[in-house]
């Protein structure tokens, strides 16, 4: 969790919240992996 929040990609994991909040930047990592790895052969 801290190399995520080291590069930005979600909130800071130290609080006592059993979750963590995805910033913008990761939101946009997420979908361009997602889309790299998921796209169709067609």
């Known amino acids: 969790m801290d190399r995520l ?3 930005g990609l979600i ?3 130290a ?3 059993n979750s963590v ?3 913008e930047a990761g939101l946009r ?3 361009t992996a997602f889309h ?3 796209k169709s052969n067609d």
Request: charged share 40%.
């Open 5 to 7: 929040h080291r590069k």
């Open 36 to 38: 790299r790895l998921c």
């Open 15 to 17: 609080s006592k919240a």
């Open 11 to 13: 909130s800071n994991p």
């Open 21 to 23: 909040e995805v910033t």
């Open 29 to 31: 990592e997420a979908e």
